[in-house]
Each structure stands twice: as C-alpha cells, then as structure tokens.
C-alpha cells in the first residue's frame, strides 16, 4: 500500500508566503507524474500544479507566476513554494500521484493525499 502525506499548511496574511510538502512511503517502485489540487468550500477540487518525473511543471493560470511545484525524486517528494498569497487561495491542498508500487507485481495506480488546510487572511 502507498500513502501520501501533506505537511505545511497554515494561516498566512496576504501577500505571505507557504511552503507545502507531501512525501509518499509504502511499497514504491517509482512515481510518475505528481501535483497539487485545491478545493474551496462549496467548490469543485481544481488544479494547482503538475510536475513530471523528469521535472515539467504545467500551472493554472491562477497561480502561474506565483507558484512553483517541485519534487526530489530520492525522497519520494513533492513541495509547493506559494509565494504573494491572496484570500482567494484559501483551501484545502491535495497532493496526487501516480505510482508504480509492489502490490505484489507491480501495479500502476492513481493516489491522494488527506489533505492540508491553507487559510489565507485578508
């Protein structure tokens, strides 16, 4: 089994900074892509950021410029620098990935994480 776990989520005035981080543990093999998802109340989860193995990044136009998705490929990790946050950023992060994982054999499967709060105050 696999899990991903988010860390660094906080409450941060406008115009702060957050860093997020989500490492996964379990029976890997290895990991493809991996990315960030926001969901604000009474809203849809939507994209924040992706990043693939050997390191290109796709942004929502929301957080281009402002965002930057990054991973360390030995650690199993993936983080997300916010930088110049505003109050229509808050949400809960989701950390996704896909991973190559014993099972036994190896299997292909799509995983998310519990999710970290960031709150961001006007």
């Known amino acids: 089994q696999v899990q991903l776990v988010e860390s660094g989520g906080g409450l941060v005035q406008a115009g702060g900074s957050l860093r997020l981080s989500c490492a996964a543990s379990?029976?890997?093999?290895?990991?493809?892509?991996m990315g960030w998802y926001r969901q604000a109340p009474g809203k849809p989860r939507e994209l924040v950021a992706t990043i693939t193995r050997d390191g290109s990044t796709n942004y929502a136009a929301p957080v281009s410029g402002r965002f930057t998705i990054s991973r360390d490929n030995a650690k199993n990790t993936v983080y997300l620098q916010m930088n110049s946050l505003k109050p229509e950023d808050t949400a809960v992060y989701y950390c996704?990935?896909?991973?190559?994982?014993?099972?036994?054999?190896?299997?292909?499967?799509?995983?998310w994480g519990q999710g970290t709060q960031v709150t961001v105050s006007s």
């Open positions: 379990g029976s890997i093999v290895s990991i493809n892509n």
């Open positions: 996704n990935a896909d991973v190559f994982s014993r099972a036994p054999g190896i299997i292909l499967r799509n995983y």
